[in-house]
T-cell receptor, first 112, second 115 residues
Framework: EPEVTQTPSHQVTQMGQEVILRCVPI?????FYWYRQILGQKVEFLVS????????KSEIFDDQFSVERPDGSNFTLKIRSTKLEDSAMYFC??????????FGPGTRLTVT | SQQGEEDPQALSIQEGENATMNCSYK?????LQWYRQNSGRGLVHLIL?????REKHSGRLRVTLDTSKKSSSLLITASRAADTASYFC???????????????FGKGTKLSVIP
């Protein structure tokens, strides 16, 4: 069964550094999403992407964040200058239509 | 309370018993979904119920939706130790024309099934 994959599984970075989290959505899906989950808290929506552009973003998704679909398969989340509070599990999701979303296993980001 | 609030926060049952988790929400929805998360792992989609549906089954899972009360329940029958996980409801709002649906998650119910 096709799956969303994410790399790396765990990323440790120093405050102020840039990080890129990578996702490979399911191949025939058209909608792409990033969510994050701070330890012990709710899963929070960050951004959705459709037709090569951002369709919605939350207030968490400020100028430090950007998303890209650089080729036909990858979907990336870049955090320009990481802060301690960016430490979280980041989930990528994709869907063939704007309903049922399939989540990847997540990337645990630790900012020190 | 916020959109997609589950209760109870934690539930501990014996293997073979049924587990019921509830979710309440505030705004109009297009659909409601339930996800499972094993500790520190990704989210596994369990079931989606649309706003015009009242009940849905999938294997040992039964989901109900009451849009008049803005609530849903997830029933897991004949629970197994492997069902131990956190369960989240997530709501997708009525279509806004933005081209996608963001999901709003609750805090989850932590289910422990004791062998």
């Amino acid at each position: 069964e096709p799956e969303v994959t994410q790399t790396p599984s765990h990323q440790v970075t120093q405050m102020g550094q840039e990080v890129i989290l990578r996702c490979v959505p399911i191949s025939n899906h058209l909608y792409f999403y990033w969510y994050r989950q701070i330890l012990g808290q709710k899963v929070e929506f960050l951004v959705s992407f459709y037709n090569n552009e951002i369709s919605e973003k939350s207030e968490i998704f400020d100028d430090q964040f950007s998303v890209e679909r650089p080729d036909g398969s990858n979907f990336t989340l870049k955090i320009r200058s990481t802060k301690l509070e960016d430490s979280a599990m980041y989930f990528c999701a994709s869907s063939p239509a704007p309903y049922e979303q399939y989540f990847g296993p997540g990337t645990r980001l630790t900012v020190t | 309370s916020q959109q997609g609030e589950e209760d109870p926060q934690a539930l501990s049952i014996q293997e073979g018993e049924n587990a019921t988790m509830n979710c309440s929400y505030k705004t109009s929805i297009n659909n409601l979904q339930w996800y499972r998360q094993n500790s520190g792992r990704g989210l596994v989609h369990l079931i989606l119920i649309r706003s015009n549906e009242r009940e849905k089954h999938s294997g040992r899972l039964r989901v109900t939706l009451d849009t008049s009360k803005k609530s849903s329940s997830l029933l897991i029958t004949a629970s197994r130790a492997a069902d131990t996980a956190s369960y989240f409801c997530a709501t997708a709002a009525a279509y806004s024309g933005a081209g996608s649906y963001q999901l709003t998650f609750g805090k989850g119910t932590k289910l422990s099934v004791i062998p």
